[in-house]
């Protein structure tokens, strides 16, 4: 099991950028493919982003193509996601995961959760 801990949310105006970051222990994080998801109020939680164990390979949801960046430093266990060209519609509770799988966009692939970071993005 690994824990992670989210951080670098907060309230950013419509157009501005955030970094998150998802600090990992207990295991090396090298050994999971590693995903972003997020949760707005009375909506499913859904899939953002995810990295491959090396970080050779990325893959993003539809709507953050081109705005969000994921990428990941093992050395330091951590993952990252670099949010640009924020919109309202971006609010929500970031999430990072771990998963034993290759690849899956899927909430329940992924085996060990954060307890998230809230993003609010002003009109």
């Known amino acids: 099991q690994v824990q992670l801990v989210e951080s670098g949310g907060g309230l950013v105006q419509a157009g501005g950028s955030l970094r998150l970051s998802c600090a990992a222990s207990g295991r090396t994080l090298s050994s999971y493919l590693m995903g972003w998801f997020r949760q707005a109020p009375g909506k499913e939680r859904e899939f953002v982003a995810s990295?491959?164990?090396?970080?050779?390979?990325?893959y993003y949801a539809d709507s953050v193509k081109g705005r969000f960046i994921i990428s990941r430093d093992n050395t330091k266990n951590t993952v990252y996601l670099q949010m640009n060209s924020l919109k309202p519609e971006d609010t929500a509770v970031f999430y990072c995961a771990a998963s034993g799988r290759l690849l899956t966009t899927q909430t329940t692939g992924y085996t060990d959760w954060g307890q998230g970071t809230q993003v609010t993005v002003s009109a």
């Open positions: 990295i491959s164990r090396s970080g050779a390979s990325t």
